[in-house]
């Protein structure tokens, strides 16, 4: 009886990470701490819709080849995925309603990126893999992805809460930006025995000891710009350099035959550890 119940809390909790619940909350956290930043007031509306954006999406990424491609043979898992994807579809439209037509307008440019990133459209010069999308593109992956999580996670929640985006709201963007290439790196280290040398991504270009300098460098820029950002209490500034030091070790243990759960679960944990820190004593 044990064992079922260990197998069965197995599957629900590699459906949670498949399903992109995970990342999506890691999404959602980020920003939540954005408006905790700048000390506007729970926003529902955008905080919901860009979770149940995020699920959409990153299932829309991860699956639009294998639902293209193998739609009649796709596996029960996934097909239930497909639908909680369509559900979240339809409550994300719900949230979408409740946001301003500047905040829609804005979230256009980034759904068009996510949209261009799973779907092929490139003329065949440009890319370098049998799929023409920009996810496919030498060396664009990491950046495109920091891109729209840095976009969605600072701008979109200001914007719908009509914050003047002034300088600091350039450092803030930059400091995501920089955060989330430091928590992609583990990733692309664990994925370099998957990926085809034709998509060049960081580790495969300058391989695993250098994608670690560079992570640390990352976390430096992360932790560095906190300074250039109006004056935070101590109590949030020691969370941070707490969350840069655990992206550091999350960097630095990376390495290509990781454990099943270390990226997918515990490097993605770390936006969510963040949030709950700062609830709690920041």
Not at 55 to 82: C, D, E, P
Not at 152 to 171: E, F, G, H, K, S
Request: overall charge positive; proline content about 3%.
């Amino acid at each position: 009886m044990y064992f079922c119940y260990m197998r069965l809390a197995k599957q629900v909790f590699d459906f949670y990470l498949n399903s992109s619940l995970h990342v999506a909350l890691a999404v959602f956290s980020l920003s939540w701490l954005t408006l905790i930043e700048y000390e506007i007031p729970f926003d529902a509306a955008v905080l919901f819709f860009i979770f149940f954006a995020s699920i959409t999406g990153y299932n829309f990424v991860k699956f639009f080849g294998l639902a293209k491609f193998h739609h009649r043979s796709l596996s029960s898992w996934l097909k239930f995925i497909q639908l909680m994807s369509f559900i979240c579809f339809l409550i994300m439209g719900y949230f979408a309603s409740k946001l301003q037509l500047k905040t829609i307008l804005y979230l256009g440019v980034f759904a068009t990126i996510t949209f261009l990133y799973a779907i092929p459209f490139i003329p065949k010069k440009f890319y370098l893999d049998t799929q023409q999308n920009l996810r496919n593109v030498s060396g664009l992956k990491v950046y495109v992805i920091a891109l729209v999580w840095a976009g969605v996670t600072v701008l979109i929640p200001l914007i719908n809460n009509n914050q003047l985006l002034d300088t600091t709201v350039i450092w803030a963007f930059a400091q995501r930006f920089f955060l989330v290439l430091a928590l992609m790196l583990p990733f692309e280290i664990r994925d370099m025995q998957f990926d085809s040398i034709k998509l060049a991504t960081i580790p495969q270009r300058i391989g695993i000891k250098n994608t670690k300098i560079m992570g640390l460098v990352l976390s430096l820029l992360f932790f560095g710009l906190e300074f250039f950002m109006p004056e935070k209490p101590l109590s949030k500034l020691l969370i941070q350099l707490g969350i840069t030091l655990l992206l550091i070790f999350s960097i630095i243990f990376s390495r290509k035959n990781q454990g099943r759960y270390f990226s997918g679960f515990w490097v993605e944990s770390i936006p969510i550890i963040w949030l709950v820190l700062t609830l709690l004593f920041g």
